[in-house]
């Protein structure tokens, strides 16, 4: 058995009100694991980021390496989990190393030189695209919701509308 990954979510503001509260009820999990290898050497982040936590679920923030390490651990064997990372390239790496998701939740990811706004919370570049295009490729369903309550849009479908993928 494995951890029980009860949610996967691109944000790159990580753990803040609307993911700590209405996620967390919404998926009925235990812990939070941060996964970001740059987040993992800055301790002010790393504290910041577990007073965000909501009341009664401990959250961690690992790297990557350290998330495919537990990732198998008897200690984590059907712990419901929500893992967030800032960027594609994050998820792409876990699943390329072993970890096992079956979608992909993008909440957010900030404009900024260089990237194509596709919703008016996500933007992308060549590489976001590129890391998107493979994790679709290894059957990984990408969908964009910032709340549950929403209605799921196909990461896909959005980028080949905007002629972003061929």
Request: net charge positive; no cysteine.
């Amino acid at each position: 058995m494995v951890m029980d990954i009860k949610l996967a979510r691109i944000d790159d503001r990580l753990i803040h009100g609307q993911v700590a509260t209405v996620w967390s009820k919404a998926t009925g999990i235990e812990r939070i694991l941060v996964v970001s290898d740059d987040v993992a050497k800055d301790e002010l982040r790393k504290f910041l980021l577990k007073q965000a936590a909501p009341p009664g679920i401990k959250s961690n923030v690992v790297t990557k390496k350290k998330l495919v390490e537990v990732y198998h651990d008897q200690l984590f064997d059907g712990m419901k989990v929500m893992l967030l990372f800032a960027t594609p390239k994050d998820v792409l790496a876990i699943v390329n190393a072993g970890v096992k998701l079956d979608s992909v939740n993008i909440g957010g990811m900030r404009f900024s030189p260089g990237k194509k706004m596709i919703t008016n919370f996500i933007s992308v570049d060549g590489e976001d695209v590129a890391d998107f295009e493979q994790l679709h490729q290894s059957g990984i369903e990408l969908e964009i919701r910032q709340v549950p309550n929403d209605r799921k849009n196909n990461l896909i479908s959005l980028m080949q509308k905007e002629k972003m993928l061929n």
